[in-house]
């Protein structure tokens, strides 16, 4: 049930646009990219037509759901194209490997590293409104290291989207600035040692169009950092991995009347992956995820923090095989230990 397509680097690169969602958007069939207004703004993907909750997202591996979220689910508003290697979309269940959050498909998303290719670069750009863009990067390979950094830096005044009380309206400015860092060891033939860290900072200013409101002091303020270590072994037919992520999301909203709510996100992961290839038809993958979920939020009254957290514990075994030349299959078997839903 599955149908998987590829977005490669020379076509992120040769995109007109800045931001991921908008190059998926304009590149792959049987998706549904929306977006509520300008750069910033609420954005998603939505796979085989089901709410944006059972599209997973992955970026360097890393789970990008934010538990502080209503719905638990990851909005694509300030993923930027720079420093995009390529996009991989599972359209189709993969829950087996992925959980059940992938009923509609996975979308993993790749930074560069040090051994890709034309990684130095500085760019300036800019547009209408005021728009001004800075990308630069940098990267190498020597011996037995890589290493890859890049800067990515966005603004734009944007325009008003309440057009009914002139003496207040103000452009919804919107502000990305993000930084990732990669690093690779390669202690011998068969083992080697990756590391990321992603760091987005966003401001946007946004209208609440109500008639007889100022619109001046809407606002959201979201941070994202991210990080994940791997140790991998690969003797050829077998490859297994370890990782450790961490994911931290928060997000300071701000009302019409300049009251401020804060939301905050964390997410810890260890999962072993487990690969054997018989031949270029048959693999067995087989693995574990132990997460552990907390989010801290301010409730409406009173409005003390509240804090709630969760575990999952997960074992999954998935076997891939082509019977035929045009026909592949998979059977998986997952199990979840959910520490609130059981």
């Not at 057009?163 to 060891?185: A, H, M, P, Q, R």
């Amino acid at each position: 049930g599955s149908s998987v397509s590829i977005i490669d680097q020379e076509t992120i690169e040769n995109s007109n646009n800045f931001f991921l969602g908008e190059t998926l958007n304009n590149n792959l069939p049987g998706m549904n990219y929306f977006r509520s207004g300008g750069h910033g703004t609420i954005s998603g993907i939505q796979l085989r037509g089901l709410p944006k909750r059972y599209s997973t997202v992955y970026i360097d591996g890393v789970k990008m759901s934010d538990p502080s979220s209503s719905d638990n689910s990851f909005y694509f508003s300030n993923v930027m194209n720079s420093s995009i290697k390529n996009v991989e979309i599972l359209r189709g269940s993969q829950s087996s490997m992925y959980g059940s959050g992938a009923i509609g498909g996975t979308i993993n998303i790749y930074t560069k590293d040090g051994e890709d290719q034309n990684l130095n670069k500085f760019v300036v750009s800019g547009g209408s409104n005021d728009m001004k863009n800075l990308d630069v990067s940098y990267g190498d390979s020597y011996n037995n290291h890589s290493y890859y950094l890049g800067l990515n830096i966005f603004n734009t005044d944007g325009i008003s989207a309440m057009n009914d009380e002139v003496s207040t309206n103000d452009d919804d400015g919107y502000k990305n600035k993000s930084i990732i860092s990669k690093y690779k060891y390669i202690f011998n033939d068969n083992f080697y040692f990756k590391g990321n860290i992603r760091l987005s900072d966003s401001f946007l200013n946004y209208d609440e169009v109500t008639s007889g409101r100022t619109d001046k002091n809407n606002s959201t303020d979201d941070k994202e950092l991210t990080y994940s270590l791997r140790l991998i072994s690969d003797f050829g037919k077998h490859k297994n991995t370890l990782l450790y992520n961490y994911t931290d999301i928060e997000r300071a909203t701000k009302t019409y009347t300049n009251s401020e709510k804060d939301y905050y996100g964390y997410r810890d992961s260890i999962n072993f992956i487990g690969e054997y290839n018989f031949n270029l038809d048959k693999k067995f993958l087989y693995g574990f995820d132990h997460e552990f979920d907390k989010a801290r939020f301010q409730k409406d009254w009173p409005t003390d923090y509240l804090t709630s957290d969760e575990a999952i514990y997960s074992q999954y075994a998935d076997f891939q095989f082509r019977p035929s030349e045009k026909v592949y299959s998979t059977i998986g078997l997952r199990r979840d230990d959910h520490t609130t839903a059981g």
